[in-house]
């Protein structure tokens, strides 16, 4: 437990998938690491009088609002944490950072550059002013990709040449499934693509330490339109039919009554080729589509002196490949990332004893409230956001135009601009 008085007080708006995780995290950071300063996690809001109140009764906040507005103009919080659908990402932090709050949000940063570029330009402004910002891309905070990012720039991959990604799921495979937020552009942005390719992304570039510089890419919509829900919470959701949760949905009560249905209108599945400063050649997967497949992200990196390998479902290891060792010798090794030297793991429980994916929350705090008690700029930043951003837009671009390769433009010159 932090043994300073200091105190960064939350608010929190969102409370559902991405709100309960973060919850999870704040109610966590000081049990588990000294920090300069204590979290506390004073104000969450939502829309719904009813269902923020029981969120902040379940998550742990102190008390609830319905209007993020007030939140940021309450002299009792120091921090805004940003937990909701990406078409109000903008105008809450923008406002949030105005009004000298430091801010959290959720990936992907936006959805449009325009608004990315708004954001970081407003971060640009309030970080003049000492107002910390960081976008929450937190599979950079399992202790594996940090270790495997720590391999990369140590050298022993030597010459880096392939970098292969996926990221698969199926919690919507089923055409029963309802048409939830995620599945709309005006409150998503895009599909697969930004949900979880904005993830693989940005853990590519963060491991390589360089930026994605053209893309050529195919998107698809396998399902075109979709029931309307009738309540939905995370990832999932409900029909007049009855409930979905990534499996088969009664298109039709007993009465024969169909429910409504909608357009979706974002990509169900998007697959490019690019290439990495430097001439790396890349690959890039992801789909909502996988069957079978629930949360499989992998990144594999191949360089000259070795190759290194992280799979999501497997999060505690690393495969190791080093090119180096005598012929005899060689092949792939595993590496159990749980040892308290491993990045983030001094904390936690002795080697061999696993963590899970609630711990990138906790660690990503750790990171975020360190920074901000101590007058660091976090990472990533908002111009990594809108750097990510603008690789999305590349993709979304080349698809357009029949796969044709897109520049990806920088996203510093973008916030100069």
């Keep these: 437990m932090s043994t300073t008085d200091r105190q960064l007080r939350v608010g929190m708006v969102g409370y559902a998938f991405m709100g309960a995780a973060h919850s999870q995290a704040w109610r966590t950071v000081n049990r588990v690491y000294d920090l300069p300063a204590r979290a506390r996690m004073a104000l969450i809001c939502g829309r719904d009088a009813g269902k923020v109140a029981d969120a902040a009764d379940r998550l742990g906040w102190e008390a609830y609002t319905t209007d993020w507005r007030d939140l940021i103009a309450s002299d009792g919080i120091d921090v805004v944490d940003i937990c909701t659908p990406g078409d109000s990402h903008a105008e809450i932090a923008i406002a949030a950072l105005a009004a000298g709050k430091h801010v959290l949000c959720e990936k992907p940063l936006a959805n449009t550059v325009a608004e990315a570029r708004s954001m970081a ?22 202790p594996a990709v940090a270790m495997m990012r720590q391999l990369v720039a140590d050298g022993r991959l030597g010459v880096i040449r392939h970098v292969r990604a996926t990221y698969l799921q199926d919690w919507i495979v089923d055409p029963q499934f309802p048409l939830v937020w995620r599945l709309q552009r005006d409150r998503a942005g895009s ?66 009554h169909h429910p409504a249905t909608g357009a979706v209108t974002v990509d169900d ?6 290439r990495l400063d430097g001439g790396v050649l890349a690959t890039y997967e992801a789909s909502r589509f996988a069957t079978g497949r629930k949360n499989a992200l992998r990144v594999e990196i191949n360089g000259s002196l070795g190759t290194v390998a992280f799979d999501l479902e497997r999060l505690n290891e690393l495969e190791f490949y ?20 491993h990045p983030y793991m001094s904390a936690w429980w002795p080697p061999g004893h696993l963590i899970g994916y609630e711990h990138s929350f906790t660690h990503q705090m750790r990171d975020f409230v360190e920074a901000v008690a ?28 029949g796969s044709s390769w897109t520049e990806v433009e920088p996203a510093l010159a973008t916030v100069a601009a």
Excluded: K, W
């Design 269 to 274: 599945a998007a697959v490019f080729v690019a």
């Design 374 to 401: 101590t007058g660091v700029d976090p990472a990533p930043s908002f111009a990594d956001g809108l750097q990510v951003q603008l690789v999305l837009d590349a993709v979304t671009r080349s698809a357009e135009l």
């Design 121 to 142: 330009a407003a971060a640009a402004t309030a970080q003049a002013a000492g107002v910390r910002s960081m976008c929450g891309f937190n599979y950079r905070r399992v």
């Design 322 to 341: 080093d090119a180096s060792r005598p012929a005899a010798e060689q092949g792939f090794s595993r590496i159990l990332v749980t040892e308290g030297e």
């Design 191 to 256: 599909g697969a693509l930004g949900d979880i390719g904005a993830h693989i992304i940005d853990l590519t570039q963060y491991v390589t330490g360089r930026r994605i510089t053209g893309v050529s890419a195919v998107t698809e919509t396998f399902v075109r339109e979709r029931p309307l829900p009738a309540g939905s919470s995370g990832l999932a959701a409900t029909v007049d039919g009855g409930a979905a949760n990534g499996s088969a949905v009664d298109g039709g009560g007993a009465d024969g």
